[in-house]
């Protein structure tokens, strides 16, 4: 660093130019790192992503970007691009160097806390919301087809579009990718292979309609056990579906055709299922009502669970989907 006679420090100026619109003020690419001040005009922040450009924010003269890349270091993912003529001030390393030299030293450790506090806001505000990302997608699918409505949220709303079939819902890929990127802060990429992965499953499947691409949700009553199996996974635990003993899934089978209107105490439902099933004790009656197969109505009398042994039914028959081993 080059310093003047008297033994001050030699100032940098910043630089200041005069764009046309299109003109690309700074991409990712770029290694020199600066901070940019638009002084007159318009600029856009623009993200690209599989061939397409996505308008982030806008820039208004007195706007500033980049001052987390050139104090810490912190690459700006953005390309910024003019929209009309404007005024832009470039303040790049060299210059921003030769000021911070000649601030006291409490006050540059003032500036470096605040920008490293600024960044870590920054962080948080952009960090995924969700860690199993693959779980929340499907609980959206399963909420989003159930309620049909459309999002709370402006900026984004889900189209659909209906089936012949009442439990399959269409809705357009591009809105599925807005919304939950929205609500969760999940990168497009990250949600785009958990779709994936759902049509691996089977659990939806895509379908090209013109210039659109729609999901269509082939079962959301699926995706609700689905997303149970995978909490439990997380959590480690066991899943009680697919922790049942033979007789167990017999049993499950036999409460299957009965009617949840038939009501009876505990020793004559246990009376009826050792008809069939002569090893069937109370330790298996008291088993069945913490699995929920039963529900205690007045006067201690019992009736089949009907949602809870279709639940149980369904998770069994489509096991290998919720695995993930087909």
Known sequence: MNSLGDGRQQIIPPTRQIVKAGFVVYSPEKKNRSIVILDEGELVAVEKSDGLKKTVFRMHPGDLVGVAALLEREPFKYTLEATRESKITLVNEECMESELKTLPVWLLAVIK?????????????????????????AQFLSLSTAEEKKSTHKAHSLTYRRSTDEKIKKIKLRDILDEFHWQTKIPTSVIQEDLKALARRRFIEFEKQGD???????????????????????????????????????ILVTLSIISNEQKAESPVWLSHLQKKFPQADVGEWIAMQNLGWFKEGPKGQFSVNSDKVNYF?????????????L
Not at 114 to 130: G, H, N, P, Y
Not at 218 to 223: E, K, V, W
Not at 225 to 246: C, G, H, M, T
């Open 212 to 250: 659109d691409t729609w999901v269509k949700v082939l079962d959301g009553f699926l995706l609700d056990i689905f997303v149970d199996y995978q909490k439990a996974q997380s959590e480690n635990r066991p899943w009680a579906p697919f922790k049942l003993s033979l007789q167990q899934k017999k």
């Open 113 to 137: 806390a605040l920008s490293s506090k600024t960044r870590k806001l920054k962080e948080a505000v952009f960090k995924a919301r969700v860690q199993d990302t693959l779980c929340s997608l």
């Open 313 to 325: 039914l369904t998770a069994l028959r489509y096991e290998t989907n919720l695995k993930g081993v």
